[in-house]
């Protein structure tokens, strides 16, 4: 005759391993974006220098027309 388990609820430690799970797939999840900010960082930074000397010459293009329409 074979024993049976019998395998409670306070066993488990009122849901320890839930929250186990939770907290590694959230450091799974900072990992991923860690490591796809560290393969893609030189583009990421020459799009933002983009972005902001294109700002730049919007805002020079602008104040140019300004002073324009005041001659």
Do not use: H, P
């Not at 409670?8 to 860690?34: A, I």
């Amino acid at each position: 005759m074979k024993g049976r388990k019998i395998i409670s609820k306070k066993q488990y430690g009122n849901g320890s391993l839930q929250s186990v799970f939770w907290v590694s797939n959230k450091f799974r999840k900072q990992n991923r974006v860690k490591r796809l900010l560290g393969r893609y960082q030189k583009e990421i930074d020459v799009t933002l220098a983009a972005t902001c000397i294109g700002v730049m010459f919007l805002a020079g293009v602008w104040s140019f027309m300004v002073q324009l329409a005041r001659f």
